[in-house]
């Protein structure tokens, strides 16, 4: 038996929470902090033989897109984080009404949502109801999407990407996840919206100048036109849908995706991490 599942079985303040897109980048982090803090933690997936969780983790089968499949997984849960897309090709939920119906039925009393960067029916369908306290957490861009730099990296010391001149408040998605786990576990967070950033402000170049800090090697930046940029991104498999968001979020980037706010520290009662911890931490991704 692990330190934690001693603590969770003896610890008569421990809650039971469920998250669901557990597998996720910002689902495992949510997982890790509530473990962290001693709580009973279920990792709803729709292939459990295929997560991997640390001990302590209960597992689950669900499917948001069916949601009578969180029945078993819901018994007994106060907390409940969401996602707002399931199944195998990530389509909008539209199963938030039924998903709210039976967390109300089972003693659900907190939720946080995920805002997945656009408009939903499950996270409107949480905004309108009025017993459960909800919380709306609304990050800008993750640190994790640099990972999508490790091949050009290990591959040619380099990031290729257009518009390099944007910048961004980039945040962790461990403080995504610590904020998270303080809305579920604690008063005083109900009918709120937290936009979520990191400590600072970055540009391209400083994001590649962490990164290469970090793994001992400098990072070229190569600027693409929007056109190389596109055929880049349609190479990666993106359909039009993703290449739009992409040249909008990137080259319009809205003033909130760069206006640096102190939510994570005010929530978590530290500081919100920075891009350079996060670059020491993966340094093993881009590296040959």
Known sequence: MT?????????????TLLVTGATGTVGR???????????????????????????????????????????????????????????????????????????????VRRVTVLHGGGPSLLEDAVRADDELDWTVLMPVEFMANALAWAPGIVENDEVREPFADR?????????????????????????????????EVLTLA???????????????????????????????????????FLLEAYGNTPEVGYTVVDTVEKVTGRPARTFAAWAARHAHAFTA
């Open 3 to 15: 330190q934690t599942q001693q603590h969770t079985q003896t610890d008569p303040h421990a809650l």
């Open 29 to 107: 982090q949510v997982v890790a902090e509530l473990l962290d803090r001693g709580h009973r933690v279920r990792a709803l997936t729709r292939d459990p033989e295929k997560a991997a969780f640390p001990d302590g983790v209960e597992v689950v089968r669900g499917d948001l897109t069916e949601p009578d499949t969180l029945v078993p997984a819901l018994e007994g849960v106060t907390g409940l984080h969401l996602i707002t897309f399931g199944g195998a090709y990530f389509a909008p939920l539209e199963t938030g009404p039924r998903i709210l119906e039976l967390a109300r039925a089972a003693g």
């Open 167 to 199: 910048i961004s408040a980039m945040v962790h998605e461990g403080d995504i996840g610590a904020v998270a786990a303080v809305a579920l576990t604690e008063e005083g967070h109900g009918r709120r919206e937290y936009v979520l950033t990191g400590p």
């Open 206 to 244: 400083d994001k590649t100048a962490a990164i290469g800090a970090a793994r001992g090697r400098e990072v070229a930046l190569v600027e693409l036109s929007e056109d190389e940029a596109v055929a880049q991104w349609r190479a990666a498999g993106h359909d039009d849908e993703v290449v739009g």
